[in-house]
Structures are given as C-alpha cells and as structure tokens.
C-alpha cells in the first residue's frame, strides 16, 4: 500500500504553497492531500485572497469535527502508512482537543519546523524608554497580533505537554539552527535537518533563462496594491499605505538606474495578483510573478524591505541592500528589524528617498561573504543532504 501524507495548513494553503512544499514530486511515491483548516481560524483571512484563482486542488473544511471523522477514516484505512504533516502552528483552542484525540490513535504527526530568516533580538542597542514606546506602539497599533502571539504561547504550551506522552513522530528543521534544541525537547522524535525549501528549488532548478543581456538588479516587492499582506491573516490592516511606499520606491529605483547604469526588474510577492506583466507604480518596470530565482540568479545586486526570498541572493552571492521609506516609519517593527536584518549580513539600511547614501558594490566584501556562509549553513543547508531536494530527503524519512 502506498503511504499517504496529509498537509494541514493552518493559514491558506495557496498555489504557491504546492510548489513551495513540493507537493507534485511527493505524488511520485505518496498519495498527498491538502487540508486547508484557515477558515476555521480567521474567516475574514480566509476571505482576503478571493483575488487569486486557485488552480490546486485543496479541501477546504468549516467544521473541525467534520476534518476529524476524515482524518480518523483514512487511519483506519492506512493504519501506520498515515502521515500528518503540520506545516505551522494551530491557531485556536478547539484544534487541541481534536488533536489530541488522534494523538490517541496513535497517528503519525510530523512537525515541519523551518527558521527561515535570522533569529534578531531587535530590543538589543535600544534604551530601557525606546524599548517601552516600541511596546506601546505594537499594543496599540498591532493588538490583534499582540492577541494572537499570546494565544500561540498558550496553544504551544499545551501542544509541548501533549508532545511529553505522545511525541512527534517526526520533526522537519532546516540547517542547525534548531536542531539541537529540538533533539533536546523531543528525544523520542526523530529530527531530520532538511534544506530551506528554497534552497530545495535551487537544487531542483536547471533553467539557464536570461531576462536581461544587460546588467540588471531586481527589487522584491512585499506587496502588490491589491494584494492580502501578513497583517491580514491576523485579519487587520497593514500599517503602511502601499501607493505611498511604492511612490518613494519607484523615485529610488529611477535614481539607481540612472546612477549604476542597470534596470530593475520586479520579483512580485506570490501573493501579488496573477496578471500584472507591470506595476504602474513601480514605473511600468517587468514584473514577474512565480520567478524569484531566476531573476536573482541572473542578476546583479537585490533590492528588499525585508522578504524570505533573500535566501536566493544569499544562495547565489549577490549584494543585498535593505531599503525603508518614510511611510515605514509608521511601523516600528519593521524599521527596526529591516536595520537589524542589514547589519545582520554586513550591507545597508537606507532611506530610499536619499540614494546618495546608497552604495551598491560589483560583487560581495569578505565580510559579507562570512555572514552569508554562515547564514547559509545555520538556516538554508541541511546537515546531511546538503545537494539534494526536500521530497527526497522526505521519501528517504518515512
């Protein structure tokens, strides 16, 4: 009998997360199904990518004993040959009882655990006073994701004591970063150190497409006009107005251009809408969707806020500068964490209305080239399948 595994997703599961976890070169030598519990934890979440088709097949659930009673057929059917991955944390109570009843059953639960971006203390170099607005600020400005982060502590700590009696059968990490400390809070697991699952497409990836023959640098977009943001799966606003962002952006980018001699080319946000072949705020440049890699693999130096996808420039050795607008400063979070992620890899943090501080060198300094190997080996690498795809490492696992 084949193994099947189940993805449970906790947010929506969205076209790119079937890339993203390699869900068609798991169908080789698994039956694979997605279950998608988001609308259980924030309907209006749920609501705010009704502008993306979903091609994918996915099953939806609005009832927690309904995905249950499936849950519990397909054990009785498949026994041990049953896998649920949890590809996040659970976000409300109600998800713990049910959980804890299959715990009962026995069933196989792997964890996948990936840190994909470096752990910053962003309180650190800040006074006693600073720290105290900063607080005030999130309180005040984010109390729903302040609400929320409690409630995941309070969620976790239960799961942490379940996990005591009927632990895990697997947990996926990447790199080292947590490994150790996973191999210490779950000795009866098994933990398996995968790649990044970006690092894992560049393993999968063989395209040699150029998008330029000239020299260009690329801009990571966090966000279209109309596109859902991180805030909106804790169902509120972004802080920051998108035209005003992309206003000052598309004036930097102009600049740049004009000074380096190169064109920017867009990396549009998977969440952005699928038809925008140009962004008119962003100067009518190319913009491509679902291309990341490629573009940074061609390119010549990266443009960010503060994007997961700096794996590729970091992958590829590219000159990463980390860029903020006024309109930033409406979010203290990120101002502090865009400066904390630049000093991080040894580049800079600049005001992209002010491009003379900018300066954006041919190739990567040694300093640099050290924080990126060491970001490379700790975050992005697994320990022992360094070359080699996550579905392989997955299908070697179980």
Not at 118 to 142: A, G, M, Q, V, W
Not at 261 to 272: A, Q, V, Y
Not at 341 to 358: D, G, L, P, Q, T
Request: overall charge positive; some cysteine.
């Amino acid at each position: 009998m084949k193994k099947k595994i189940i993805f449970v997703q906790f947010v929506k599961f969205l076209d790119f997360h079937h890339e993203l976890f390699e869900v068609k070169y798991l169908r080789k030598d698994f039956i694979v199904e997605v279950h998608d519990l988001s609308f259980l934890f924030n309907n209006k979440s749920h609501k705010n990518y009704d502008y993306l088709r979903q091609k994918s097949k996915v099953i939806k659930f609005y009832n927690l004993l309904n995905w249950f009673k499936l849950v519990s057929k397909d054990l009785k059917k498949y026994k041990n040959n049953l896998y649920l991955f949890y590809t996040g944390n659970p976000l409300n109570f109600s998800f713990l009882f049910f959980h804890f009843l299959l715990l009962l059953k026995k069933i196989n639960i792997v964890l996948v655990k990936q840190n994909t971006l470096p752990n910053l203390d962003i309180t650190k170099d800040y006074s006693l006073k600073e720290n105290l607005i900063f607080k005030c600020h999130r309180l005040f400005n984010r109390k729903k994701h302040v609400l929320y982060e409690n409630k995941f502590k309070i969620i976790n700590f239960f799961l942490g004591l379940m996990s005591l009696f009927f632990p895990p059968k697997i947990i996926f990490t990447n790199g080292k970063i947590d490994k150790k400390r996973f191999e210490k809070k779950f000795p009866r697991s098994q933990i398996i150190s995968l790649n990044s699952w970006d690092a894992s497409k560049v393993f999968l990836n063989n395209t040699k497409k150029i998008f330029s023959r000239k020299k260009y640098g690329v801009y990571l977009t966090p966000f279209s006009i109309k596109s859902a943001s991180d805030s909106n799966t804790y169902g509120y606003e972004k802080l920051e107005n998108a035209k005003k962002v992309f206003y000052d952006v598309n004036k930097g980018l102009s600049e740049i251009e004009q000074k380096y001699k190169k064109k920017i080319l867009i990396g549009l946000h998977p969440r952005g809408e699928d038809k925008i072949s140009k962004l008119k705020e962003l100067g009518n440049r190319q913009t491509f969707k679902y291309k990341t890699l490629e573009l940074i693999k061609n390119s010549n130096f990266v443009i960010t806020h503060m994007s997961i996808a700096i794996s590729y420039a970091i992958l590829f050795n590219k000159p990463l500068v980390f860029i903020n607008t006024k309109e930033h400063k409406k979010n203290l979070f990120y101002m502090r964490y865009n400066k904390h992620m630049a000093n991080f890899f040894s580049c800079e943090s600049v005001n992209i209305e002010n491009i003379s501080n900018i300066s954006i060198p041919d190739k990567i300094s040694r300093s640099m080239k050290s924080r990126y190997d060491y970001f490379k080996n700790t975050y992005l690498l697994s320990n022992d399948y360094k070359k080699l795809p996550n579905y392989k490492i997955i299908k070697k696992t179980i």
